[in-house]
């Protein structure tokens, strides 16, 4: 079995470790536990995992996160894989920081990046790993917000709740999504 795991980010580095980018940091810490480096290959950086005798395919999109689709359609079909086999971590402003929740599908709720994978292969049900940001920002400053890094005294819990949502893409390859969520979505 191979699963599409994808991180959603921005390229470059007046990004790294912004509240946008967390997708970029779990597929990061999680290479980083298996002594795995990424490669750049077509439209993302590539890693390979295996783990328990299933494969996860890590991307990081270096489409920018208005055109992650363009990404994640390229290797859903280089890979020859259905949209159930993709998994996508997406930070999330309806949850509060480091509340992560594991969903079958659902809409975009306005974050582009889901916008542009939902055009590009032209469904809503794909499995996601809500990582939530919180949304402690004024009116009109949600860009500034989610594009800042996180504060210094949330890091460190962060920085935990990155290793769990590696463990939640694990079981998610190894027992499947329900099994999944039924496990890790009570908290």
């Known amino acids: 079995m191979k ?4 991180g959603l980010g921005n390229p470059g580095a007046e990004y790294v470790h912004t509240r946008h980018n967390i997708g970029f940091d779990v597929l990061d810490k999680l290479a980083l536990r298996n002594e795995l480096h990424f490669e750049s290959a077509r439209l993302a950086d590539h890693a390979l995992l ?3 005798g299933r ?3 890590l991307i990081k999109a270096m489409t920018f996160m208005n055109l992650s689709g363009r990404a ?3 290797w859903l079909d280089k890979l020859k894989l259905s ?3 993709l ?4 930070d999330d402003i309806a949850l509060p920081p480091g509340k992560l929740r594991l969903r079958p599908g659902g809409s ?3 974050h582009n990046g889901l916008k542009s994978i939902q055009e590009s292969i032209a469904t809503t049900h794909y499995p996601r790993l809500r990582f939530g940001v919180g949304n402690d920002f004024s009116k009109g400053k949600q860009s500034d917000y989610v594009l800042s890094p996180w504060p210094e005294e949330q890091w460190k819990t962060i920085q935990s709740k990155i290793d769990l949502a590696g463990e939640i893409i694990l079981n998610f390859g190894f027992m499947g999504l329900q099994r999944t969520m039924n496990l890790y979505n009570k908290n």
Not at 87 to 90: A, P, Q, Y
């Open 83 to 85: 949209p159930a086999e």
């Open 108 to 110: 975009d709720g306005g």
């Open 55 to 57: 494969q996860y395919h």
């Open 72 to 74: 994640v359609k390229y």
């Open 87 to 90: 998994l996508v971590v997406v």
């Open 3 to 6: 699963y599409l795991i994808v």
């Open 50 to 52: 295996k783990y328990k």
